[in-house]
């Protein structure tokens, strides 16, 4: 009788026979995935390299100014002044005035863009005759150059000969100068903001509430919901997601607003309709003080990360709609 001893011993993992084949399977897996790992830093290389010079230098050279007496008009870098140029934004009344009227801007272009661009997109959801040529209609304002358009509607605001006024006139309501008095410069510059963007917002409503499943609206009527009851029941929570994308990216680019400032009423009267980036161009190209338009553009820049990322963490609490 054998003893136990006698038995062959067994194998460990780790001494068992490796199959040759899968070894070199996972080798040449691990080679292709190498030679698509470098196939990949060349195709993004040019706009890596593109980004670099145009945008990433540039910032890092405006931080630095700012904290100099940099002269763009001699191009003189100018001497180290460290936090003088923040200091005197903060103490002078001139930008916070602009901070202001920025943030009011956005604080009423950007609801009023989306609201009336989704009221839009909801009356035009209804297939009828002549849909397309309504929806290329108000689009048109958004692909329009500013600067043209800034101008028709400065004519037609204007006290002598305008439209708007000649309207008034004809009610009895004496003319007005909108884009040369308080508070109308301002609300002038928002309206005409309103009425270029309206029709981008509409479009990507449009998109948006083309993707909802038709089923859910029939169920909605089955249960009794009118019109108004089935856009705020369906359509408003269906399309979060877009309206957040639209709420970012308006954010960002109201931040920024300053052709129709330009245009129109070049911050009067009495810096009332200045921006922020209407401030930064006055610094840097009318009064030549660098220094301070690129302490102003960091603040800008600073004031739009803030804001965005503030949105975007609001954005991710929410609850994903899912459509089935």
């Not at 780790?14 to 080679?31: F, I, V, W």
């Not at 089935?230 to 269906?238: E, I, M, N, Q």
């Not at 109201?254 to 129709?260: C, E, P």
């Amino acid at each position: 009788m054998a003893n136990a001893t006698d038995a062959p011993p067994r194998r460990t993992a780790a001494e068992k026979p490796r199959d040759p084949a899968r070894g070199n399977s996972a080798n040449t897996s691990s080679l292709l995935q190498r030679r698509e790992g470098r196939s990949g830093y060349l195709f993004i290389a040019p706009t890596t390299v593109l980004l670099t010079i145009f945008y990433l230098w540039p910032l890092l050279q405006t931080v630095g100014y700012s904290f100099t007496s940099w002269n763009p008009a001699s191009g003189d870098a100018g001497a180290f002044v460290g936090f003088q140029n923040y200091a005197d934004l903060v103490s002078a009344g001139d930008f916070l005035r602009a901070l202001g009227n920025t943030g009011m801007y956005v604080a009423v272009v950007v609801p009023l863009t989306l609201a009336i661009g989704l009221v839009l997109a909801s009356l035009l959801a209804q297939p009828f005759r002549g849909r397309s040529i309504y929806r290329a209609l108000l689009f048109v304002p958004y692909i329009a150059p500013v600067a043209g358009s800034a101008l028709i509607f400065s004519y037609l605001l204007s006290p002598l000969g305008g439209v708007v006024n000649g309207v008034l006139s004809a009610l009895g309501v004496p003319p007005i100068g909108f884009l040369t008095t308080e508070p109308w410069a301002l609300i002038s510059v928002m309206v005409f903001s309103v009425w270029q963007g309206v029709g981008y917002s509409m479009i990507i409503y449009s998109a948006a509430l083309s993707a909802i499943p038709p089923s859910y609206y029939e169920a909605a009527k089955l249960d009794g919901a009118g019109p108004i009851r089935r856009f705020f029941s369906v359509s408003l929570p269906l399309v979060g997601p877009t309206t957040g994308f639209l709420a970012v990216t308006g954010v960002i680019g109201a931040l920024q607003v300053f052709t129709q400032v330009y245009v129109l009423t070049q911050g009067g009267p009495l810096r009332s309709t200045e921006t922020v980036l209407y401030f930064i161009y006055q610094q840097g190209f009318v009064f030549f003080n660098g220094g301070s338009a690129s302490a102003a553009a960091v603040v800008l820049l600073a004031v739009g990360i803030i804001v965005s990322v503030i949105q975007l963490r609001v954005l991710s609490r929410r609850e994903p709609v899912e459509l089935i």
